[in-house]
């Protein structure tokens, strides 16, 4: 286990409805980066958050948007819920900074479903 | 923009055998990180290999091993002596500092 846990396992909502998803870092990581995986397909990258603020977005629409609190946990929030943003919702924690490259640790996931 | 492809949807191997997973990458930064992550039926990501793209030589953690070939843009991860916990999705990433390209990823079945 990573020590990274997100919350909650599963959740159903409606189109139009508004989520929220929660991630616990592993202890001393300072860096939340969070990931959406559709059926079928690899993880994309949504946005990252380093010492609470936001440092790196993918190509997702404003909706999803984000918070990273000062223990370093982090939320994603979606609004207005379209069919297509049921997926897997990965979040992984990392040591960021002056560092070659910061190994990522993932937690086991949310999986959502719009209906 | 940075891409990663993986030919291979699904692989079989027996087990005790060895299996290379292909995947090639298309990045125009000269420095980067390759990445193994396998992803069993639960869902969660574990962090297998890494490669960075000036070090000499190939990458090697216990049976998982990076075929490194920077020339062909090529970073096959070859996993020796299969076990029947290895089936799992395993996905090839290039980046770093949490901007992770993932592939598509090959689903690797091994049989008894």
């Given at each position: 286990e990573t020590g990274v846990t997100q919350s909650p396992t599963h959740l159903i909502k409606t189109r139009g409805q508004q989520v929220t998803l929660r991630c616990s870092s592993q202890s001393g990581h300072n860096t939340v980066s969070w990931y959406q995986q559709a059926l079928g397909q690899g993880p994309q990258f949504i946005f990252q958050y380093y010492r609470e603020e936001e440092n790196g977005r993918g190509n997702f629409p404003p909706r999803f948007s984000g918070l990273q609190f000062p223990n370093y946990s982090s939320e994603l929030n979606v609004n207005?819920?379209?069919?297509?943003?049921?997926a897997l919702y990965l979040c992984a924690s990392s040591l960021g900074g002056?560092?070659?490259?910061n190994e990522q640790f993932f937690g086991p996931g949310t999986r959502l479903t719009v209906l | 923009a940075q891409k990663i492809t993986q030919t291979q949807p699904g692989m079989f191997v027996q087990e005790k055998e060895a299996v290379t997973l292909d995947c090639t990458y298309d990045t125009s930064d000269p420095s980067y990180g390759l990445f193994w992550y396998k992803q069993p039926s639960s869902g969660e990501m574990i962090f297998l290999i890494y490669q960075g793209s000036y070090d000499q030589q190939n990458a090697t953690e216990g049976r998982y091993s990076l075929n490194f070939q920077k020339a062909r843009k090529s970073a096959n991860l070859v996993i020796s002596a299969?076990?029947?916990?290895?089936?799992a999705m395993y996905f090839c990433a290039e980046g770093s500092q949490g901007n992770l390209i993932f592939g598509k990823g090959t689903k690797l079945s091994v049989k008894p």
């Open positions: 207005a819920l379209e069919l297509d943003d049921s002056e560092v070659p490259y | 299969s076990q029947l916990g290895d089936s």
